[in-house]
């Protein structure tokens, strides 16, 4: 599958909104959260992404918003005529009360840790994680400390 | 001769190894043998006997003799064959490895890298200790068998270090247990680890004198 | 012997760092695994929020221990994607020859750690005598050791130092003999291939799924690096390939992950030489750095252990409003109880080994 | 002269000079209870009082021949696998003893690194025993504190037991029993039951699994061990090593070379060696302490000088385990110059633990699985190819009279 067609056929899929393309074979997508397992499905079944480079929470204050990274490693899409390996970013936004999504980790194993770790350290619950515990932090640590409202105690002056 | 000083009789944790069930002199005495007032249990004649030695050895002055031969021997083992233990936790512990490559060759020094925690006389914390961390470490630090010496080696293990401002990292290793020797760097290099195990032997030399005979 | 939970870690000699491996084992056969981690974690993400851009080349410097410059590296492209920083050609030329003997130096460290797994001391003692080589060469335009903070935002941190060709050639030389030697110690020897070959094996299809990348997805036949697939630095005009081992069709064993790497460094050898050929003369610094940077950029390179991504959101401070770091082996770990699964206890450091663990960019 | 002969003049002079008057002077003191000491001193004025004098100085001396030994094999042992590894080893010299010097006469102390540091390192070998005594002894809290203490007992007190029981040459030999070899051998298997006891009673799963494997290991690697022992009972028709090594002293081959056993038992051989590495568990075969994946083997949790007794006690199996070798298949003693042929023994001995020394620093460990396929799948034949060939040399011997000079023993 080429590039292009790619773009064509995202468009017409429901839920996706400004689509953009960030570098030659990056494609930067807007996703509801609604539709976004449907959506992600269809990315690694009939669009070839088989692999999740990264899930990543951001605290916008907010909103919390979730960047997916998705990748294209075995060459299937081709971008042009270059070598180069087709990626995907997807974002999320969430709402700040409900931080949850569906998860993503029966689609992709890698995804699993991704999600643990967003879980950990921002605090954002994936519905459907077969094993949703903290991943870096120890047990029983109180708060998600990459969230902008997480005060902790630093001895010294800032720079 | 006063059998009931303390200073004479010693430290009883000492004397744990040798059979007898308490240390208490008085409980001994009280629940005394039964029958026969000659017959001793054979934890009372271990102590009996471990006592006689030692007051005999402290009465006639062998103890100094003994003492003063044998310190400077044991702490001349100690001190010249540190064994670490196989422990790693970040770039100090690469640096740690490479000084054991030919061409820093720590082994010159008699190191034995040692897996196992109570086969190990230093523990080198060599890294940015977590909160996450910070009690399996001390468990290590338990674990190992006395005498037992702690190197902080980096700046992370010293302070914090780069991660002065972290929300999981511990400034610095002696907030939790005893250190001995401080090797600044970030990361350590090998020329320095060697150093620091060479100021590890002048500590033992000056400040630890080996045991024998040592109850109290 | 029943079923028991055997807990690895996070001192055990296996580890190479500080995790948790508990595997349930049968008698001698794996039934099940458990990772853990976070006993590293130092929050680097956190911490680099209230540092400036510029400033966090010293957190990537430590983020992996075995490759300091090729994180920073990955750093800093971003940084230059986020502000729109032209790089020059000369600086590109010396960022790719760094990246590539801090590779050399990587894989040796992996190489002398893998072989103490199989029982091999002597092995690990060789190649880090030659990667202490690779670090001397590093320190010289660098100035330390170990970590080398020479990547800059807008080009490098100086000029390369005079007659450091002559002296990399001497080296390149002398490891080139060396590898040929170590064929017969290690990959031509009965027992090495005994204990590496037919272990650990996953396919390429399952390796993608779980998020497997670098030299353990290339060992499964698979024609993927980020330096040819998304392009940085000058590594298009350099003349170089992509190596790829198979140990059948379509799946790895621990002895095609060892021997992509080894092939890797040979190739790594050729690139610096084309690097040295080619190289212009030029400023090694962008005459225009921003301080400030809004929106959001990222990067993905080719680790020594795989794909490494950055992703940086700017808010229009001097600082990054959000900073996340993609690890390849935060993946790879996780998906460890895939690949251990069925083979005996003997076989975890020969598999957990092969894969090239680094837990200070696991942990971040 | 032989040991014997020498242990029991000293014998005989140290009862008549010392022990007998000193119990004399005892029975005289307080007449009415001259017990035991009279009987003492009779006993040792008899002839077996100082035979067991003698026995006893016998055993010690080769104690002591073994335990100087020990230390040189692991001084070289760490300076061989240094040399391997392109570095230098231990280099604690003796000028070190300076400082010692300086602490015992308590003067101020001075300071000199380098100089410490510029030996060969052979008495860090004592550093680190002397060490391992001032250390704590540490007893697990869930530990089975009676096998604990057993484990080392039995595993250290059986490999001791191994430096008596073979000679050094006919003449310098602590026993001599007829069965020499077998004696030996079972002293051999005592161990597998140290190993496992403190694997089990350590309450720690490495050293659980440490001590099963060492068991399973053990056993399976004894029966193509004997039986590759078997050819060379088979030729000598003796299970004494003074008999086996007299017959390979005697057997010749062409041209009048000398014909030691592993010449015409090549397989014997090697499968000897492969066992016999397997038995003391050095590199390739040392699974049950597989430092990568069970951290220290069934050692983990031991300490101290138990630990340290531990180590010494390999290298004591591995001092012994050559020497069987050289016994069976080396021609002993042995050697075609005028040498002493304790220095021939000790010579053929130390190239066998240097060749092990090579094979420790230059091969991976092998795994489980693949030891025991190897023992039982590949070994075991071919020892028992061994038995065949040996037997069938045996019954055409007559024919081949005038080119091979076999000892007749069938």
């Given at each position: 599958?080429?590039?292009?067609?790619?773009?064509?056929?995202?468009?017409?899929?429901?839920?996706?909104?400004?689509?953009?393309?960030?570098?030659?074979?990056?494609?930067?997508?807007?996703?509801?959260?609604?539709?976004?397992?449907?959506?992600?499905?269809?990315?690694?079944?009939?669009?070839?992404?088989?692999?999740?480079?990264?899930?990543?929470?951001?605290?916008?204050?907010?909103?919390?918003?979730?960047?997916?990274?998705?990748?294209?490693?075995?060459?299937?899409?081709?971008?042009?005529?270059?070598?180069?390996?087709?990626?995907?970013?997807?974002?999320?936004?969430?709402?700040?009360?409900?931080?949850?999504?569906?998860?993503?980790?029966?689609?992709?194993?890698?995804?699993?840790?991704?999600?643990?770790?967003?879980?950990?350290?921002?605090?954002?619950?994936?519905?459907?994680?077969?094993?949703?515990?903290?991943?870096?932090?120890?047990?029983?640590?109180?708060?998600?400390?990459?969230?902008?409202d997480y005060v902790y105690e630093i001895h010294e002056e800032e720079w | 001769m006063d059998m009931s000083s303390k200073g004479i009789r010693g430290n009883p944790e000492l004397r744990r190894g040798l059979g007898s069930k308490t240390t208490d002199r008085e409980k001994i005495m009280e629940d005394g043998p039964a029958g026969d007032w000659l017959a001793l249990r054979s934890d009372q004649l271990l102590k009996w006997i471990d006592d006689a030695v030692y007051n005999a050895s402290e009465a006639t002055g062998m103890r100094e003799v003994v003492d003063r031969v044998t310190r400077p021997i044991f702490n001349f083992a100690q001190r010249f064959s540190p064994h670490p233990l196989h422990f790693g936790i970040m770039c100090c512990a690469i640096e740690m490895g490479q000084a054991s490559a030919p061409d820093h060759d720590i082994d010159r020094l008699g190191l034995v890298y040692r897996s196992s925690p109570r086969q190990c006389d230093v523990l080198i914390v060599n890294g940015p200790v977590c909160e996450k961390l910070r009690p399996k470490l001390k468990t290590l630090y338990e674990q190992m068998p006395e005498p037992k010496w702690v190197i902080a080696m980096g700046e992370c293990a010293i302070s914090g270090g780069p991660y002065w401002d972290s929300y999981s990292v511990v400034a610095g290793a002696d907030t939790f247990m005893p250190v001995d020797v401080y090797i600044p760097g970030c990361p350590v290099r090998p020329e320095a680890l060697m150093h620091g195990f060479l100021t590890l032997q002048k500590k033992i030399r000056e400040k630890e004198p080996g045991m024998f005979l040592r109850r109290d | 012997m029943a079923e028991m939970w055997i807990s690895m870690g996070p001192q055990h000699p296996m580890t190479h760092g500080l995790w948790t491996l508990k595997v349930k084992v049968d008698g001698e056969t794996i039934v099940d695994a458990d990772p853990e981690l976070g006993y590293l974690h130092r929050s680097v993400e956190k911490m680099g929020e209230r540092r400036k851009y510029f400033m966090n080349t010293t957190l990537t410097d430590r983020l992996c221990y075995a490759s300091s410059t090729t994180w920073t590296h990955s750093y800093v492209l971003a940084v230059e994607e986020l502000m729109e920083v032209e790089v020059p050609t000369r600086a590109q030329y010396i960022r790719t020859i760094m990246l590539e003997l801090q590779r050399l130096a990587s894989h040796l460290m992996w190489a002398g750690a893998y072989m103490p797994d199989l029982g091999h001391i002597t092995g690990a003692l060789y190649f880090w005598r030659d990667r202490e080589l690779f670090l001397n060469l590093l320190e010289l335009p660098s100035g330390s050791r170990l970590l080398y903070n020479y990547m800059r935002i807008g080009g490098v941190k100086r000029d390369l130092p005079d007659g450091f060709e002559q002296k990399t050639e001497r080296i390149l030389k002398l490891f080139e003999q060396r590898l040929d030697e170590y064929a017969d110690l290690f990959e031509n020897s009965k027992i090495f291939r005994m204990r590496t070959e037919d272990v650990g094996k996953f396919t390429g299809t399952q390796a993608m799924n779980m998020g497997i990348t670098g030299p353990n997805l290339r060992g499964c036949g698979i024609k993927h690096d980020l330096r040819v697939e998304d392009t940085y630095e000058i590594y298009e005009e350099v003349d170089w390939d992509i190596c790829t081992r198979e140990a059948g069709p379509g799946y790895s064993d621990c002895f095609s992950r060892y021997m992509v790497r080894i092939d890797e460094m040979k190739e790594s050898v050729r690139i610096i030489r084309d690097c040295f050929k080619k190289m212009p003369q030029g400023p090694t610094m962008s005459s225009r750095v921003p301080v400030r940077a809004s929106g959001e950029a990222f990067r993905r390179t080719e680790d020594s252990r795989g794909e490494a991504l950055m992703y940086l959101v700017g808010d229009g401070s001097d600082r990054p409003y959000r900073w996340k770091i993609k690890s390849p082996m935060f993946t790879t770990i996780s998906a460890c109880p895939h690949y251990l699964k069925g083979y005996k206890l003997a076989d975890i450091p020969a598999i957990m080994g092969s894969i090239d663990i680094c837990i200070g960019e696991t942990d971040k | 002269m032989t040991l014997f002969g020498l242990c029991k003049t000293m014998a005989e002079l140290t009862a008549e000079k010392f022990i007998v008057p000193i119990l004399e002077f005892q029975r005289n003191l307080f007449p009415p209870f001259s017990y035991p000491a009279g009987d003492l001193a009779d006993w040792f004025a008899s002839e077996g009082g100082i035979v067991t004098l003698a026995w006893i100085y016998a055993v010690n001396i080769a104690f002591a021949v073994g335990m100087t030994n020990l230390i040189l094999v692991i001084h070289l042992e760490r300076k061989i696998a240094a040399r391997i590894q392109d570095r230098r080893?231990?280099?604690?010299?003796?000028?070190?003893?300076?400082?010692?010097?300086?602490?015992?006469?308590?003067?101020?102390?001075?300071?000199?690194?380098?100089?410490?540091?510029?030996?060969?390192?052979?008495?860090?070998?004592?550093?680190?025993?002397?060490?391992?005594?001032?250390?704590?002894?540490?007893?697990?809290?869930?530990?089975?504190?009676?096998?604990?203490?057993?484990?080392?007992?039995?595993?250290?007190?059986?490999?001791?037991?191994?430096?008596?029981?073979?000679?050094?040459?006919?003449?310098?030999?602590?026993?001599?029993?007829?069965?020499?070899?077998?004696?030996?051998?079972?002293?051999?298997?005592?161990?597998?039951?140290?190993?496992?006891?403190?694997?089990?009673?350590?309450?720690?799963?490495?050293?659980?699994?440490?001590?099963?494997?060492?068991?399973?290991?053990?056993?399976?690697?004894?029966?193509?061990?004997?039986?590759?022992?078997?050819?060379?009972?088979?030729?000598?028709?003796?299970?004494?090593?003074?008999?086996?090594?007299e017959q390979q002293r005697e057997a010749t081959w062409l041209f009048g070379l000398p014909m030691w056993n592993f010449i015409p038992q090549f397989i014997g051989f090697i499968v000897f060696m492969i066992c016999i590495l397997a038995e003391v568990e050095r590199v390739p075969f040392d699974l049950p302490e597989a430092e990568a994946e069970l951290v220290e083997g069934w050692t983990t949790e031991y300490s101290g000088i138990r630990y340290m007794l531990f180590l010494a006690a390999e290298y004591i199996r591995g001092f012994a385990g050559a020497a069987v070798a050289t016994i069976l298949f080396l021609g002993g003693w042995a050697g075609p110059w005028p040498v002493p042929p304790e220095i021939w023994f000790l010579l053929k001995v130390y190239l066998i633990i240097i060749f092990w020394i090579f094979i420790r620093w230059t091969v991976p460990r092998i795994r489980t699985d693949q030891i025991l396929e190897l023992g039982w799948k590949k070994l075991l034949p071919l020892s028992l190819i061994n038995i065949l060939i040996v037997i069938f040399m045996v019954e055409i011997y007559p024919y081949f009279d005038d080119i091979v000079n076999l000892p007749e023993v069938f």
């Amino acid at each position: 599958m080429n590039f292009k067609d790619l773009q064509k056929e995202l468009k017409a899929i429901k839920g996706v909104s400004n689509l953009s393309l960030i570098r030659k074979n990056v494609i930067k997508i807007d996703l509801e959260k609604a539709v976004s397992k449907a959506c992600f499905t269809k990315l690694k079944e009939d669009f070839y992404f088989e692999h999740c480079s990264l899930i990543t929470a951001v605290d916008n204050q907010p909103d919390f918003e979730l960047v997916y990274h998705l990748s294209c490693l075995s060459g299937e899409l081709t971008v042009d005529d270059t070598k180069m390996s087709a990626m995907i970013e997807i974002h999320i936004h969430l709402k700040r009360d409900s931080p949850s999504i569906d998860s993503v980790s029966d689609l992709w194993f890698g995804a699993n840790w991704h999600e643990r770790e967003a879980f950990d350290l921002m605090g954002i619950y994936f519905i459907g994680h077969p094993d949703l515990r903290r991943v870096l932090l120890p047990e029983g640590f109180a708060g998600h400390p990459l969230r902008k409202d997480y005060v902790y105690e630093i001895h010294e002056e800032e720079w | 001769m006063d059998m009931s000083s303390k200073g004479i009789r010693g430290n009883p944790e000492l004397r744990r190894g040798l059979g007898s069930k308490t240390t208490d002199r008085e409980k001994i005495m009280e629940d005394g043998p039964a029958g026969d007032w000659l017959a001793l249990r054979s934890d009372q004649l271990l102590k009996w006997i471990d006592d006689a030695v030692y007051n005999a050895s402290e009465a006639t002055g062998m103890r100094e003799v003994v003492d003063r031969v044998t310190r400077p021997i044991f702490n001349f083992a100690q001190r010249f064959s540190p064994h670490p233990l196989h422990f790693g936790i970040m770039c100090c512990a690469i640096e740690m490895g490479q000084a054991s490559a030919p061409d820093h060759d720590i082994d010159r020094l008699g190191l034995v890298y040692r897996s196992s925690p109570r086969q190990c006389d230093v523990l080198i914390v060599n890294g940015p200790v977590c909160e996450k961390l910070r009690p399996k470490l001390k468990t290590l630090y338990e674990q190992m068998p006395e005498p037992k010496w702690v190197i902080a080696m980096g700046e992370c293990a010293i302070s914090g270090g780069p991660y002065w401002d972290s929300y999981s990292v511990v400034a610095g290793a002696d907030t939790f247990m005893p250190v001995d020797v401080y090797i600044p760097g970030c990361p350590v290099r090998p020329e320095a680890l060697m150093h620091g195990f060479l100021t590890l032997q002048k500590k033992i030399r000056e400040k630890e004198p080996g045991m024998f005979l040592r109850r109290d | 012997m029943a079923e028991m939970w055997i807990s690895m870690g996070p001192q055990h000699p296996m580890t190479h760092g500080l995790w948790t491996l508990k595997v349930k084992v049968d008698g001698e056969t794996i039934v099940d695994a458990d990772p853990e981690l976070g006993y590293l974690h130092r929050s680097v993400e956190k911490m680099g929020e209230r540092r400036k851009y510029f400033m966090n080349t010293t957190l990537t410097d430590r983020l992996c221990y075995a490759s300091s410059t090729t994180w920073t590296h990955s750093y800093v492209l971003a940084v230059e994607e986020l502000m729109e920083v032209e790089v020059p050609t000369r600086a590109q030329y010396i960022r790719t020859i760094m990246l590539e003997l801090q590779r050399l130096a990587s894989h040796l460290m992996w190489a002398g750690a893998y072989m103490p797994d199989l029982g091999h001391i002597t092995g690990a003692l060789y190649f880090w005598r030659d990667r202490e080589l690779f670090l001397n060469l590093l320190e010289l335009p660098s100035g330390s050791r170990l970590l080398y903070n020479y990547m800059r935002i807008g080009g490098v941190k100086r000029d390369l130092p005079d007659g450091f060709e002559q002296k990399t050639e001497r080296i390149l030389k002398l490891f080139e003999q060396r590898l040929d030697e170590y064929a017969d110690l290690f990959e031509n020897s009965k027992i090495f291939r005994m204990r590496t070959e037919d272990v650990g094996k996953f396919t390429g299809t399952q390796a993608m799924n779980m998020g497997i990348t670098g030299p353990n997805l290339r060992g499964c036949g698979i024609k993927h690096d980020l330096r040819v697939e998304d392009t940085y630095e000058i590594y298009e005009e350099v003349d170089w390939d992509i190596c790829t081992r198979e140990a059948g069709p379509g799946y790895s064993d621990c002895f095609s992950r060892y021997m992509v790497r080894i092939d890797e460094m040979k190739e790594s050898v050729r690139i610096i030489r084309d690097c040295f050929k080619k190289m212009p003369q030029g400023p090694t610094m962008s005459s225009r750095v921003p301080v400030r940077a809004s929106g959001e950029a990222f990067r993905r390179t080719e680790d020594s252990r795989g794909e490494a991504l950055m992703y940086l959101v700017g808010d229009g401070s001097d600082r990054p409003y959000r900073w996340k770091i993609k690890s390849p082996m935060f993946t790879t770990i996780s998906a460890c109880p895939h690949y251990l699964k069925g083979y005996k206890l003997a076989d975890i450091p020969a598999i957990m080994g092969s894969i090239d663990i680094c837990i200070g960019e696991t942990d971040k | 002269m032989t040991l014997f002969g020498l242990c029991k003049t000293m014998a005989e002079l140290t009862a008549e000079k010392f022990i007998v008057p000193i119990l004399e002077f005892q029975r005289n003191l307080f007449p009415p209870f001259s017990y035991p000491a009279g009987d003492l001193a009779d006993w040792f004025a008899s002839e077996g009082g100082i035979v067991t004098l003698a026995w006893i100085y016998a055993v010690n001396i080769a104690f002591a021949v073994g335990m100087t030994n020990l230390i040189l094999v692991i001084h070289l042992e760490r300076k061989i696998a240094a040399r391997i590894q392109d570095r230098r080893g231990p280099m604690l010299s003796l000028r070190a003893f300076r400082e010692l010097g300086e602490d015992l006469a308590g003067e101020a102390p001075t300071w000199r690194f380098k100089g410490n540091y510029s030996g060969i390192g052979i008495i860090q070998n004592m550093a680190d025993g002397i060490k391992a005594i001032t250390k704590e002894l540490i007893i697990p809290n869930k530990a089975d504190k009676f096998l604990f203490s057993m484990g080392p007992i039995i595993f250290i007190s059986s490999s001791v037991f191994l430096l008596v029981l073979f000679p050094l040459s006919d003449r310098f030999a602590a026993s001599a029993a007829p069965a020499g070899l077998m004696v030996i051998m079972a002293a051999f298997s005592i161990a597998p039951i140290g190993v496992l006891t403190s694997g089990w009673a350590s309450n720690n799963k490495y050293s659980m699994i440490g001590g099963m494997r060492s068991a399973a290991q053990l056993m399976s690697y004894e029966i193509p061990l004997l039986l590759s022992m078997a050819g060379v009972f088979l030729l000598a028709g003796s299970y004494n090593p003074v008999d086996i090594v007299e017959q390979q002293r005697e057997a010749t081959w062409l041209f009048g070379l000398p014909m030691w056993n592993f010449i015409p038992q090549f397989i014997g051989f090697i499968v000897f060696m492969i066992c016999i590495l397997a038995e003391v568990e050095r590199v390739p075969f040392d699974l049950p302490e597989a430092e990568a994946e069970l951290v220290e083997g069934w050692t983990t949790e031991y300490s101290g000088i138990r630990y340290m007794l531990f180590l010494a006690a390999e290298y004591i199996r591995g001092f012994a385990g050559a020497a069987v070798a050289t016994i069976l298949f080396l021609g002993g003693w042995a050697g075609p110059w005028p040498v002493p042929p304790e220095i021939w023994f000790l010579l053929k001995v130390y190239l066998i633990i240097i060749f092990w020394i090579f094979i420790r620093w230059t091969v991976p460990r092998i795994r489980t699985d693949q030891i025991l396929e190897l023992g039982w799948k590949k070994l075991l034949p071919l020892s028992l190819i061994n038995i065949l060939i040996v037997i069938f040399m045996v019954e055409i011997y007559p024919y081949f009279d005038d080119i091979v000079n076999l000892p007749e023993v069938f």
